[in-house]
């Protein structure tokens, strides 16, 4: 609907997915030529190297090298290519008799950068991975929104959090450019009568929240300009 009512595709918008990693080889992923719609991979569980500036570990991919096939980063387990393919596919790869580019994501045009998590996942190198992400956009000039569908039991879950601090400290500092969100997973767990926290719904913590249900939510960090 956001596609065919507004015209809004993401076109020259940097969507940034910090997840699992991605199958690149996956045609929702690629252009119409077969080149990848993937800028950057930084993979932070492979020690081999190059790591990219000014981060300390991981391995980082261009588009280039993902092109010439020797990239060797992996999904292993899908969840990251799974969510791409939500926020950015461009239906290439529909198949089975289904037309191509009938099940699009939100954001069929836009450029990938993607951080791959190691394992075990700690927040440090989930706020490393959303860094790194800013510092390619600002690189082009280009408004950017980066995926966390990530995370965990613990915690306030209401922007209180040193993590979370430090996300909307990302979005409000000038210097990550303008046009800029952060999308954070809230938790499936939803709201549990005398265990969770009864005012998480009743006040405006968030900088915005959006709830299809009591027990899928997500909440996003935002700044227009």
């Known amino acids: 609907d956001v596609n065919n009512n507004y015209g ?5 918008v ?6 699992t990693g991605i199958d690149f080889n996956h045609p929702d992923f690629k252009n119409t030529n077969g080149t990848t719609r993937i800028l950057y991979l930084w993979d932070q569980s492979n020690s081999n190297g190059p790591n990219p500036n000014p ?3 991981g391995t980082e991919w261009n588009a280039s090298q993902i092109n010439n096939g020797t990239c060797n980063a992996t999904d292993n387990m899908g969840h990251g290519s799974h969510v791409a393919g939500i926020a950015g596919g461009n239906g290439k790869g529909t198949g089975n008799g289904v037309s191509e580019g009938t099940y699009v994501g939100m954001a069929p045009k836009s450029d990938f950068v993607i951080v791959k998590l190691k394992t075990p996942i700690n927040q440090s ?3 490393d991975g959303v860094m790194y992400i800013v510092q390619k956009a600002v690189s082009v000039n280009k408004p950017w929104i980066v995926n966390l569908s990530l995370g965990s039991k613990w915690g306030p879950k ?3 959090s040193i993590f979370e601090s430090m996300l909307t400290a990302i979005v409000n500092d000038p210097i990550s450019g303008k046009g800029k969100i952060i999308v954070v997973s809230a938790g499936n767990e939803g709201y549990v009568a005398g265990v ?8 405006n913590k968030y900088h915005s ?11 996003s960090y935002y700044q227009e300009n």
Request: aromatic share 8%; net charge neutral.
């Open 125 to 127: 190198d989930i706020v």
């Open 196 to 203: 969770s926290d009864p005012n998480m719904f009743k006040e």
């Open 8 to 12: 809004l595709n993401g076109e020259n």
């Open 55 to 57: 981060f300390s570990y």
């Open 209 to 219: 929240r959006s709830c299809k249900t009591r027990n899928r939510c997500q909440r």
């Open 158 to 160: 209401d922007g209180t």
């Open 14 to 19: 940097i969507l940034g997915i910090v997840d």
